[in-house]
């Protein structure tokens, strides 16, 4: 079985085939860059942001009792996975931060670990008000004044504790940020 030119089909290669026609095709698509400029792709740009605005990755992480409420959206009744959202529990597969809870000076930093181990694009949701702006805790000492001090917040969903329809609800709005992107991706042509 034959692919496209000489080049044996994906399928039927042994270890060191692949690995000898990776580099070739890797080598292929330097050259190509050097030579010609990267141009901007309307098709495959409108193509990542429609995957980007149908499959959203937020990071599970529950700190108080907004993480029920989070938990009750993934439930049958309300069901967030139809709307693209899965919950993972890894940053580097994750392109929103999805915080809920009060934020102690102590998980801060940690917190802005995990936002920057996320990779481009990425998104900030805040959900109750403890995130937003310390809730019942807002004159504590260990307590922060709200995620946007330290972090980009691009949603807010307010709520003691908010329900899972808020949630539905900030997804979606999310869901119109991406769309309303403009950015392309750039591609060797």
């Known amino acids: 079985m034959r692919a496209e030119g000489n080049a044996p089909s994906a399928i039927a290669m042994s ?3 692949f690995m000898k026609w990776s580099d070739e095709v890797s080598e292929m698509i330097r050259r190509r860059s050097e030579i010609k400029q990267m141009k901007p792709n309307k098709l495959t740009g409108g193509v990542f942001n429609w995957a980007a605005r149908n499959s959203v990755y937020p990071l599970h992480l529950g700190i108080a009792c907004c993480a029920i409420e989070m938990a009750a959206a993934a439930a049958p009744r309300f069901d ?3 709307l693209g959202v899965v919950f993972w529990n890894s940053p580097r597969q994750c392109d929103v ?3 809920n809870g009060w934020i102690s000076m102590k998980l801060r930093p940690v917190l802005t670990r995990l936002y920057e181990q996320m990779p481009y694009p990425k998104w900030v949701i805040c959900m109750g008000e403890c995130t937003i702006s310390g809730g019942p805790w807002w004159d504590s000492y260990n307590i922060v004044r709200g995620a946007d001090t330290f972090l980009p917040v ?13 949630l539905l609800d900030g997804v979606l709005k999310l869901q119109t ?3 309303a992107r403009k950015e392309k991706v750039l591609l060797p042509q």
């Open 97 to 99: 931060l999805l915080l």
């Open 80 to 82: 967030i996975e139809r």
């Open 154 to 166: 691009d949603i807010y969903i307010p709520g003691c504790p908010p329900r899972p329809e808020a």
């Open 15 to 17: 270890q060191d085939t």
């Open 177 to 179: 940020k991406i769309r």
